[in-house]
T-cell receptor
Framework: AQTVTQSQPEMSVQEAETVTLSCTYD???????LFWYKQPPSRQMILVIR??????QNATENRFSVNFQKAAKSFSLKISDSQLGDAAMYFC??????????FGAGTRLTVKP | DAGVIQSPRHEVTEMGQEVTLRCKPI?????LFWYRQTMMRGLELLIY????????DSGMPEDRFSAKMPNASFSTLKIQPSEPRDSAVYFC?????????????FGAGSRLTVL
């Protein structure tokens, strides 16, 4: 079974600083997709970034980037120039094409002004 | 597009009552998912459909839970009878079924409280 592990229940960062959230996963598949979702207090699940496993280049979306290490089965999220609006729960997720999406337990990010 | 639409947003009911949660996926999406979120268990997949057909319902907790998708634009999750331990936020999500990094788009969730 595929599992997703987020080992940091909580993280905090100073506004304008950089923070990295960790995620590891377990799979025997070679073709899959990885995602980071953000859940603010409104509880809406919002896609932050996605990565195809067959792509070696790390995905980037503005201040958000990932460090994808396929051999190590690691998929961390880096948030640069943190803003107060980045405060939320962050979920790492794994999906094989057309199957269900599996989520980690989440990391609660606090941004200090 | 209005996104994934869920109703009701909040439901408070008494133990033993029937609860029906509703979901309208994004037009054109042909996969639909029901998740449950609790503090203790996080986000759990309950069931998902491809082209209106249930593919995996192994996450449905017990026979009190049932889900249907009578057409491409509507799905229901029913709990009968409800119990206090069913209190949670229930999310519906939809996506395309095609090769590629298919993102799940989530609804706003239905917060259920069973007294």
């Amino acid at each position: 079974a595929q599992t997703v592990t987020q080992s940091q229940p909580e993280m905090s960062v100073q506004e304008a600083e950089t923070v990295t959230l960790s995620c590891t996963y377990d799979t025997s598949e070679s073709d899959y997709y990885l995602f980071w979702y953000k859940q603010p207090p409104s509880r809406q699940m919002i896609l932050v970034i996605r990565q195809e496993a067959y792509k070696q280049q790390n995905a980037t979306e503005n201040r958000f980037s990932v460090n994808f290490q396929k051999a190590a089965k690691s998929f961390s999220l880096k948030i640069s120039d943190s803003q107060l609006g980045d405060a939320a729960m962050y979920f790492c997720a794994y999906r094989i094409a057309n199957n269900d999406m599996r989520f980690g337990a989440g990391t609660r990010l606090t941004v200090k002004p | 597009d209005a996104g994934v639409i869920q109703s009701p947003r909040h439901e408070v009911t008494e133990m033993g009552q029937e609860v029906t949660l509703r979901c309208k996926p994004i037009s054109g999406h042909n996969s639909l998912f029901w998740y449950r979120q609790t503090m203790m268990r996080g986000l759990e997949l309950l069931i998902y459909f491809n082209n209106n057909v249930p593919i995996d319902d192994s996450g449905m907790p017990e026979d009190r839970f049932s889900a249907k998708m009578p057409n491409a634009s509507f799905s229901t999750l029913k709990i009968q009878p409800s119990e206090p331990r069913d209190s949670a936020v229930y999310f519906c999500a939809s996506s395309f079924t095609s090769p590629g990094a298919n993102v799940l788009t989530f609804g706003a969730g239905s917060r259920l409280t069973v007294l």
